[in-house]
T-cell receptor, first 107, second 113 residues
Framework: KNEVEQSPQNLTAQEGEFITINCSYS?????LHWLQQHPGGGIVSLFM???GKKKHGRLIATINIQEKHSSLHITASHPRDSAVYIC?????????FGAGTRLTVKP | GAGVSQSPRYKVAKRGQDVALRCDPI?????LFWYQQALGQGPEFLTY????????KSGLPSDRFFAERPEGSVSTLKIQRTQQEDSAVYLC???????????FGDGTRLSIL
């Protein structure tokens, strides 16, 4: 079993829809990260959080430490949001990654 | 430069050849990480440096993989006697410290024929 599980694996939405991507983890962590990866490989860090909730523009990330669960929400989705979203957890010296959620937002 | 720079961007090698992949982290970043990402998968941790010290190499898949960061800045990931299963994107990331957000390079796509 992977230490970091994401769902769904693939997600297709219409422009404007509210999107939720879920992440569960099974190990102790120092922080949880949400990353965005566009075709071609470039990875951008969206959020790093260890408790509560963070918001940046149309993106919201929440984490429940007790339940070892995090969600990434995208409000008013747009085709430019199409990418792979990766959940990762950091420990002392390393990061463990989920397999990613491929999001496609159609106009 | 403003971000993490990796070179080459693409590398094709014949099975059995040695390859060297370079990572230039953001200036002043203490922590440097190498990851391997197979097609359609999330990245997997390979190794971690704090300055020039390699503190964790538990993710290196075999003794054919070797990483160094001799002066605490540029790092090189070397793969000896490459095999087809080494084909992947190799990502480098750096951060100010181990618990700060990581900044990723664009990766090196390695193809072993």
């Amino acid at each position: 079993k992977n230490e970091v599980e994401q769902s769904p694996q693939n997600l297709t939405a219409q422009e404007g829809e509210f999107i939720t991507i879920n992440c569960s983890y099974s190990v102790g962590i120092s922080a949880l990260h949400w990353l965005q990866q566009h075709p071609g490989g470039g990875i951008v860090s969206l959020f790093m959080l260890s408790s509560g909730k963070k918001k940046h523009g149309r993106l919201i990330a929440t984490i429940n430490i007790q339940e070892k669960h995090s969600s990434l929400h995208i409000t008013a989705s747009h085709p430019r949001d199409s990418a792979v979203y990766i959940c990762a957890v950091s420990r002392a010296n390393d990061m463990r990654f989920g397999a990613g959620t491929r999001l496609t937002v159609k106009p | 430069g403003a971000g993490v720079s990796q070179s080459p961007r693409y590398k094709v090698a014949k099975r059995g050849q040695d390859v060297a992949l370079r990572c230039d982290p953001i200036s002043g970043h203490v922590s440097l990480f190498w990851y391997q990402q197979a097609l359609g998968q999330g990245p997997e941790f390979l190794t971690y440096f704090q300055n020039e010290a390699q503190l964790d190499k538990s993710g290196l898949p075999s003794d054919r993989f070797f990483a160094e960061r001799p002066e605490g800045s540029v790092s090189t990931l070397k793969i000896q006697r490459t095999q087809q299963e080494d084909s992947a994107v190799y990502l480098c990331a750096s951060s100010r410290t181990g618990n700060q957000p990581q900044h990723f390079g664009d990766g090196t796509r390695l193809s072993i024929l």
